[in-house]
């Protein structure tokens, strides 16, 4: 089974506050995962990964930590802006019989964060 | 710019009428692939092309069809379409595994 869950289909945060985007998987042998952000009209844009032999990255107010033992990863916005206001997905490369990742990405259902001024 | 390119951004057909979105990237990648958007779902992989010439099914390739002969296009093609293939489509590439990938604008496609 090869599932990336995001069970919050929205989120609402006041400008400067901390957004956190939480996001669940079923398979012990993704090799990494990823956030996407999308903006109405355009398509998704890569915004940050993680591997799965680290716990934490971070890129400037942007960082996802990894739970391996919850499968559970979450991507953390400090400070929001209202610029952050979109839908972000959490993917995931599928892998192959023999355990190998693949290039295609599994995601899940996407989390509306809105982000109050 | 880099970017991959998607036409047309919005169509409208009928049911049956053949039709081909196209998609172009100008970044050399070896990966190519396309998604459909439905609410509720997420992002779901129609076809994936690891290089010219070799293609392969996704997660809902049924009523789809792909072709890679360059590396730089992979037109999705939909020889007769179906009102539950109205969705929103993005293609995207990527240099290799372990890159994000780069998606276009999307096709919002209506079958009526």
């Known amino acids: 089974d090869q599932q990336v869950k995001q069970n919050s289909p929205s989120l609402s945060v006041q400008e400067g506050r901390i957004s956190i985007l939480n996001c669940d998987y079923t398979n012990s042998m993704f090799d990494y995962f990823l956030w996407y952000k999308k903006y109405p009209a355009e398509g998704p844009t890569f915004l940050i990964s993680i591997s799965s032999i680290k716990d934490k990255n971070e890129d400037g107010r942007f960082t996802v930590f990894l739970n391996k033992s919850a499968k559970h990863l979450s991507l953390h916005i400090v400070p929001s802006q209202p610029g952050d206001s979109a839908v972000y997905f959490c993917?995931?490369?599928?892998?192959?019989?023999?355990?190998?990742?693949?290039?295609?990405?599994?995601f899940g259902t996407g989390t509306l964060l809105a982000v109050q001024p | 710019e880099a970017q991959v390119t998607q036409n047309p951004r919005y169509l409208i057909t009928v049911t049956g009428k053949k039709l081909t979105v196209t998609c172009s990237q100008n970044m050399n990648h070896e990966y190519m692939s396309w998604y459909r958007q439905d609410p509720g779902l997420g992002l779901r992989q129609i076809y994936y092309?690891?290089?010219?010439?070799?293609?392969d099914k996704g997660d809902v390739p049924e009523g789809y069809k792909v072709s890679r002969k360059e590396k730089r296009n992979f037109p999705l093609i939909l020889e007769s379409p179906s009102p539950n293939q109205t969705s929103l489509y993005f293609c995207?590439?990527?240099f290799g595994q372990g890159d994000g990938y780069t998606f276009g604008s999307g096709t919002r496609l209506t079958v009526v």
């Open positions: 092309s690891m290089n010219v010439e070799v293609t």
């Open positions: 993917a995931a490369p599928s892998i192959m019989n023999y355990g190998g990742a693949t290039n295609k990405l599994i």
């Open positions: 995207a590439s990527s």
